[in-house]
Nanobody
C-alpha cells in the first residue's frame, strides 16, 4: 500500500488547510486511518484517526479545530484544519494498516506563521 499525502503549505495563524492522503488500493472502512505529525527533535505524535462505526478520535490539542474524514470510494483520507496556530507547524503523516502491516505516507509540511 502506498499513501500519498498532499495539501500542506504556509498559512497565517487563524487560517485553514485541508490535507489529503490518497491510498494506492482500497482500504476497508473498518480499518483505522489516521494523521500524525512531527517536528524536528520530537517524537511523532497522534493527531486524529477514523474508522467506520466509531466516532473519530482527536488529540486534545486539535479537538474542535481539526476534522478528519475519509472518502472510501476515492480511497482518500482528509484532515480539515481550521484556526491554525504556530504550534501546529509540523510535517504531517497519514497512516493506515493493511494485513497487519502499518503503512505511512511520505509527509507534507504545514507551516503556520504568527
Amino acid at each position: 500500500v502506498q499513501l500519498q499525502a498532499s495539501g500542506g503549505g504556509l498559512v497565517q495563524a487563524g487560517g485553514s488547510l485541508r490535507l489529503s492522503c490518497a491510498a494506492s488500493r482500497t482500504i476497508h472502512s473498518s480499518v483505522v486511518m489516521g494523521w500524525y505529525r512531527q517536528v524536528p527533535g520530537k517524537q511523532r505524535e497522534f493527531v486524529a484517526s477514523i474508522r467506520s462505526g466509531r466516532d473519530p478520535n482527536y488529540a486534545d490539542s486539535v479537538q474542535g479545530r481539526f476534522t478528519i474524514s475519509r472518502d472510501n470510494a476515492k480511497n482518500t483520507l482528509y484532515l480539515q484544519m481550521n484556526s491554525l496556530k504556530p504550534d501546529d507547524t509540523a510535517v504531517y503523516y497519514c497512516k493506515t494498516n493493511y494485513e497487519s502491516v502499518d503503512y505511512w505516507g511520505q509527509g507534507t509540511q504545514v507551516t503556520v506563521s504568527s
